[in-house]
T-cell receptor, first 113, second 115 residues
């Protein structure tokens, strides 16, 4: 157990809908990262937050957004969902020194029908 | 941006044999190289990592080597056991403009340890 928690574990929804994925980092970690894992794209970095502020952005679609709250938990919002958004979404956390180790949560499996 | 290539995509070994997985990276600014093990239905689990000022690191049956000049790093698992069967990912990380950092992952190696 990495200490990173994610909810829900599974999510099934329809095209065009909006969903929110939630992540709680390890105790003491200030940085949260979101990654998408799909069969065709592999593990891809989406976005990083540090202590409530966006720190780095990857290949995140404009339909997707994230935030980190004062208690350091983070939410990833996915809107106008398409079939191709079906994937595993992982959250990771680190203490956020440079090159700091990232610990991954168990993931949320999103299925868009 | 960074690009990480990983080989082989599948690897089958007999129990007790060694397994080697190799990765190359493109960005010479990358300075941190973790390896993750992912079992079915679970998130990636860090098994070992190496920083750019070190050439080799060992933890029991697992070792990682880094060649910065050639921009490649490798994972070595000795005395493999059935519970080593999983997908292994290499990754490279560097600090981005603005102070953030991200992991760029390889495409994964499916390791199967046969009895």
């Amino acid at each position: 157990d990495s200490g990173v928690t994610q909810t829900p574990k599974h999510l099934i929804t329809a095209t065009g809908q909006r969903v929110t994925l939630r992540c709680s980092p390890r105790s003491g970690d200030l940085s949260v990262y979101w990654y998408q894992q799909s069969l065709d794209q592999g593990l891809q970095f989406l976005i990083q937050y540090y202590n409530g502020e966006e720190r780095a952005k990857g290949n995140i679609l404009e339909r997707f957004s994230a935030q980190q709250f004062p208690d350091l938990h983070s939410e990833l919002n996915l809107s106008s969902l398409e079939l191709g958004d079906s994937a595993l979404y992982f959250c990771a956390s680190s203490a956020d020194r440079a090159q700091d180790t990232q610990y991954f949560g168990p993931g949320t499996r999103l299925t868009v029908l | 941006g960074e690009n990480v290539e990983q080989h082989p995509s599948t690897l089958s070994v007999q129990e007790g044999d060694s397994a080697v997985i190799k990765c190359t990276y493109s960005d010479s600014a990358s300075n941190y190289f973790p390896w993750y093990k992912q079992e079915l239905g679970k998130g990636p689990q860090l098994i070992i990592d190496i920083r750019s000022n070190v050439g080799e690191k060992k933890d029991q049956r697992i070792a990682v080597t880094l060649n910065k000049t050639a921009k490649h790093f490798s994972l070595h698992i000795t005395e493999t056991q059935p519970e080593d069967s999983a997908v292994y990912f290499c990754a490279a990380s560097n600090v981005l403009t603005g102070g953030g950092n991200k992991l760029t992952f390889g495409t994964g190696t499916q390791l199967k340890v046969e009895l």
